[in-house]
């Protein structure tokens, strides 16, 4: 049978079976899932697009601030910096307070971190730009954790891997637009008014559309739906509230050997990725000097490749449940991706870098709601929002080594060094995740209840 890892004292799966069978009399799916599910995925967008809206474009800031590449190179690692603190205290209030004020938050400081950027026009004011990028890396903590928990609160059980996918899909599309618009409203002309004026137009687009979307989730989102959408939902909802401990939940977790083996190569997996999107504009150019442009656009085609791979695995996961097999599989396709890409940059055709990244992005995106679904699997009934948070905590610690590492070898030994370095981490990974047991107690739930 399955294991629940439930308190001591907790009543079992099967002694609860009378108080599971009231919920699950109510199991209905919500008609406005897809709208907080649109919602969510929109301000995610805002808050990803504002990540790598300096990166994409790291040589046109580096002249206007006058500051170093390292010093934009870290506007994109605030991001990741911020979120290994302050992970379980958002976390807390996500399983004490729900997902209404999570969103909230979120959401809020988004727009407000887009605000603060409009005061940063001068070159003189670099520090106030940083001021606004840390406000939104804040809004992120309030943003990483949440995909699965949406799924699965508001989602049944045959399309809570779709829902997942499309949680994630928003922040890649902001991403995508962060790789994409930046160079196209911002030339890299030399007058530093000029300049400005062009800086101006997208932060304060960026500002308004936050701004909207932080009412929006004011008057749209709701906690949860009136009925739980599944029965491994509504066995978590018949739970006492006494019976659940954070902390104990955590413990559980790092004791969860498969979980632990997933959250390393998680980490590995999507580090990578977050060093790739920060450092491509400078990897391009190194290459291909004038292509800002073009450099955006294979960024663009890195996320849309991506987004492709990561719809097609979770409706791939909700038919078939393999978990462990297509995560293995896209793993090693994430490594073969990016030896291929590694070796084809530097021979001097833009158009087989393009072909090369948008093969390496469908994988190596489309591996991301992978993770947060197995994690979920791995974890039941532990909180989703606890699992996805360990899991982003491991991807930021190995995203800024990655990035670090990987600039610095890129400025003393070339493009070619840097990112055999994160090949060889993507076949750490690979092997790693070969040992991951599919142990997929969420399933064996809604069977037992179904049965029940």
């Known amino acids: ?35 907080v599910l649109l919602l969510f995925s929109s301000y995610s967008l805002c808050n990803a697009f504002q990540w790598i809206q300096y990166g994409s474009i790291n040589n046109v800031f580096v002249r206007f601030y006058d500051v170093s590449a390292f010093a934009i190179d870290w506007l994109s690692m605030s991001y990741m910096l911020i979120y290994i603190p302050l992970l379980f205290p ?63 609160v508001w989602f049944g059980s045959h399309e809570v891997s ?32 000029k300049l400005a004026y062009h800086i101006s137009i997208m932060f304060f687009m960026t500002a308004g559309v936050a701004s909207a979307l932080f009412i929006l989730v004011i008057i749209v989102f709701k906690e949860k739906p009136p009925n739980a959408p599944s029965r491994a939902q509504a066995l978590i909802q018949s ?37 790739l999107s920060t450092l491509l504009n400078r990897m391009v150019i190194h290459h291909y000097p004038g292509e800002e442009v073009n450099a955006g656009r294979i960024g663009l085609t890195i996320i849309l490749s991506g987004m492709v791979g990561a719809l097609i695995s979770g409706i791939w996961l909700d038919k078939t449940k393999t978990y462990k097999q297509t995560t293995l599989v896209v793993y090693i396709m994430s490594l073969v991706g990016m030896i291929v890409y590694t070796f084809t940059l530097s021979l001097g055709h833009l158009w087989v870098v393009f072909v090369t990244a948008g093969s390496l992005g469908f994988f190596m995106t489309g591996y991301l709601p992978l993770g947060f679904e197995f994690a979920a699997e791995l974890t039941y009934p532990e909180s989703e929002g606890t699992s996805s948070g360990l899991l982003n905590v491991s991807a930021q610690i190995l995203g800024i080594a990655f990035t670090i590492g990987q600039g610095q070898i890129i400025d003393r030994f070339g493009t070619k060094a840097g990112n055999l370095l994160l090949c060889s981490f993507l076949f750490l990974g690979t092997v790693m995740t070969a040992f991951v047991k599919a142990d997929l107690r969420r399933q064996q739930a809604n069977l037992e209840n179904e049965q029940t």
């Open 162 to 193: 779709t829902a997942c996918s499309i949680a994630v899909f928003g922040n890649q599309l902001g991403i995508a637009a962060g790789f994409l618009v930046p160079p196209v409203l911002i030339p890299n002309v030399e007058d530093v008014e």
């Open 239 to 275: 739970r006492p509230t006494a019976e659940y401990s954070y902390v104990q939940s955590i413990l559980r977790l790092l004791r969860n050997t498969n979980f632990l083996l997933l959250m390393v190569t998680y980490g590995l997996n999507v580090g990578c990725f977050y060093a």
């Open 90 to 152: 958002v976390a807390w209030l996500l399983d004490k307070r729900g997902l209404r004020l999570i969103a909230l938050a979120g959401s809020a400081l988004n727009a407000m971190g887009a605000w603060v950027k409009l005061g940063s026009l001068k070159p003189h004011l670099f520090p106030v730009t940083v001021l606004g990028q840390v406000i939104c890396a804040l809004a992120q903590v309030f943003i990483l954790g949440m995909p699965s928990c949406i799924a699965s």
């Open 1 to 35: 049978g399955m294991v629940l890892q439930e308190p001591a004292g907790a009543p079992s799966l099967s002694t609860a079976a009378g108080g599971v069978a009231d919920a699950t009399a109510e199991v209905q799916l919500s008609r406005l899932r897809w709208v």
